[in-house]
Nanobody, 120 residues
Framework: QVQLVESGGGLVEVGGSLSLSCEVS????????MNWYRQVPGHQREWVAS???????KYLDSVEGRFTVSRDNERNILYLQMGGLKPEDTGVYYC??????????????WGQGTQVTVSS
């Protein structure tokens, strides 16, 4: 059973930093492309950052240069280091992966989310 568990959210002032973690189990983590998303109530979930199995990273334009996504394939943990936080970074942050099974095709897996609140 694939499980993703986020942690590290909290309340931080504008300009502050937070580090999120996502512990992954039930999957060969080194073979899983990973993503971070965020969602604000009343808005659609928004993609934030991704890291591929070859460690290639991509970022939403508004977080480029402030956020860093990384992965530890030995510990099966995905990270998101966030700096220079702004009020618009407030939201519930989710880790996600999409895996392919020859038996049943593609499946998406999501964590339960962790709340990040940036106070102005």
């Amino acid at each position: 059973q694939v499980q993703l568990v986020e942690s590290g959210g909290g309340l931080v002032e504008v300009g502050g930093s937070l580090s999120l973690s996502c512990e992954v189990s039930g999957v060969i983590f080194s073979g899983a492309p990973m993503n971070w998303y965020r969602q604000v109530p009343g808005h659609q979930r928004e993609w934030v950052a991704s890291i591929g199995i070859s460690y290639k990273t991509k970022y939403l334009d508004s977080v480029e240069g402030r956020f860093t996504v990384s992965r530890d394939n030995e510990r099966n943990i995905l990270y998101l280091q966030m700096g220079g936080l702004k009020p618009e970074d407030t939201g519930v942050y989710y880790c996600q992966t999409k895996l392919y099974s020859s038996n049943s095709g593609f499946h998406e897996y999501w964590g339960q989310g962790t709340q990040v609140t940036v106070s102005s």
